[in-house]
């Protein structure tokens, strides 16, 4: 795979000032003006697109954390840039977040329709990350990949199939897919992170068909991944202090000691519904929306424990 060359001539700067208002017990207001980088990159002849924010303390070319978000069914990248709402965290931490864009409406998995299969999402994600350790932007041993939904699913498959350039992952509602287990097989301990809601009416709790895709259920799929991971058989559940008013309550189920000394953390959101936990945007139709746990900053926290075994720094 090779990147365009001159690929600044196609860069644009949008800047959004971005509000929303939450409903009512949900928070404030919140209103920022986020500065974010629109890019474009050739894959295999195909162009292919993706938004990149940088902390404004973050020098330009400074080699940093790198998290790529992937959006889910019919969103688009943008919308998962306001959903997940990655921008305190990542100033916070000093992380860049890569929103990359599909070509269509899903992502090349097995949960997704055959049109989308052959497409190289694969190879669109390492165009990415070779052009931004290549300017200097992203530290190789520190790049994470989170998705929604459909996203999530891909996730699911760079943690199969490219292990070797991500070095941790976080997966927001989605299970796993039953054609995805058939030939996945992890080189080394992953660590991971699940977030789910057990009223989820598109990825359901209990083993079943969704998302044009057999999927196993959030518990069948909690075992399938610390399975993968070597982990003990029983997690420590820890309840998580309910906020109230959110029509939710969650609990960690906490695997630790796994292969390689990996971690791995399933959220289940009792009555949580097809969301992002945390997000300031509303779940719409798709559910409660859990607000005890804050995904984003939770993820990038636990990402920032891990890297990559010989890469990088």
Known sequence: M???????????????????????GDGPTVVEDVQVVDRRIEVGGVPRSYRLYEPPSLPTGQSAPLILMYHGAGQGAQSAEQMSWFYPVSKLHGVRVAFLQSLGDYWSTPA?????????????????????????????ARVYATGFSNGAVFVQRLACFMPERIAAVAIVGATVSRELTADCSFPRGMPSMFFLGDA?????????????????????????????????????????????????TAELWAYRDCRDGVSMDFYRFRDGGHTWPGSPLPG??????????DASAAMTEFFLEWALPGAGS
């Open 200 to 248: 989820d009416a598109q990825f359901f709790w209990d083993d079943g068909f969704a998302a044009n895709a057999f999927q196993y259920g959030g518990e069948r799929s909690a075992s399938w991944w610390s399975e993968k991971n070597g982990c003990p058989a029983d997690p420590v559940v820890v309840p998580i202090p309910d906020v109230p008013g959110d029509g939710t």
């Open 284 to 293: 719409g139709g798709l559910g409660a929306r859990s607000l005890d746990v």
């Open 112 to 140: 997704s329709p055959p049109i989308y299969w052959p497409v190289d999402d694969m190879g669109f994600t390492r165009a990415v990350i070779d052009e931004l350790v290549a300017e200097g932007s992203a530290d190789p």
């Open 2 to 24: 090779r990147t365009q060359k001159g690929y600044r001539a196609h860069r644009g700067v949008a800047a959004m000032v971005i509000a929303l208002t939450t409903g009512c």
